[in-house]
DNA sequence: TTCGCTGCAAACCATTTGCACCCAT
DNA sequence: ATGGGTGCAAATGGTTTGCAGCGAA
């Protein structure tokens, strides 16, 4: 695994989770989880797998997904699933600071932004209606500033 | 079509729509958009069409489909995509304010709200990206109070 | 008498899983 | 040598679509 894309922090989540779960390290577990986190954005199966079709063909799809379930289940990723239809994952460290994205509906960039006051208010929504609140998730779909001026 | 379950503006939007892009009126559809509007939640193709089991099984799982796409297309219903792997419909008029849903994971219980001090700052959000914002969504998922309590 | 509509079954498509072989421990 | 891992192909499951016959205008 080349650690120079995985955080020190990472690998080590990663390994102890291998060994806690009696699961082992594999190559290609480890040149998918290298790609991974050399991307950094909000990835695809089918786009991790992609990206590996030139020097590591030989690589199924379904390892791709096994590994990043792995990876999620581990607490090194997020499963994101927007309006498109597939699953994304995005690295985060465990002691992240919930965020929400901002969509691009014409070439998909996505950004993250944080917002207390909106996490406040939902807080607040919540209580209004008598629920324990576990999770939430907002989404603002648009067009990017590039997109926007191609399109005029 | 039982008119004690349609708003008659509804009726007409969705007789104008058929009109206007050379659609036919049919009994199958009458009946799916009539069920649809007595139940005015946020219904799934296939609890639309087990709900129509008893009295008209004859009507097939792709028709609820087709026609409760025309009720999206005509203005009369907006899809909706929880967490939960299907695509749900709830009916709306075509001047509703925007609302966000807060959902329960246990009862899969569904409610609204909204809430302009969000919707405001979500603007801001966008302006601050440079994202020309077209839509948003806001879902908050837990346990409503009576699933709470049960779990305890 | 047109076309659109319907039910059925087959197709889709992202994701998962069964299986026989492979390899880390 | 165990037993988990892998690639492949087949299965899944919600949704869509092709098709031959049906029905509204």
Redesign the interface.
């Known amino acids: 695994m080349p650690k120079s894309n995985i955080p020190a922090t990472a690998k080590n989540r990663y390994l102890e989770y291998l060994g806690r779960n009696g699961l082992k390290s594999t190559v290609q577990r480890d040149i998918i989880i290298g790609e991974f986190f050399k991307t950094r954005g909000h990835v695809s199966a089918e786009q991790l797998h992609t990206a590996l079709r030139g020097i590591h063909s030989s690589i199924g799809l379904a390892t791709v997904y096994r590994t990043l379930k792995i990876l999620a289940d581990a607490g090194l990723a997020h499963e994101r699933?927007f309006?498109d239809g597939f699953t994304r994952y995005e690295c985060c460290a465990p002691d992240d600071n919930h965020h929400d994205h901002?969509v691009?509906?014409s070439c998909g960039l996505v950004?993250e932004?944080e917002?207390d006051?909106?996490e406040e208010?939902?807080r607040t929504?919540?209580a209004?209606?008598?629920?324990?609140?576990?999770?939430?998730?907002?989404?603002?779909?648009?067009?990017?500033?590039a997109c926007?001026e191609k399109k005029k």
Chains 1, 2 share one sequence.
């Open positions: 699933r309006d901002i691009c509906l950004q932004f917002n006051e909106i208010l939902q929504v919540a209004n209606h008598n629920f324990r609140m576990l999770k939430h998730k907002l989404e603002i779909y648009g067009l990017c500033k926007d």
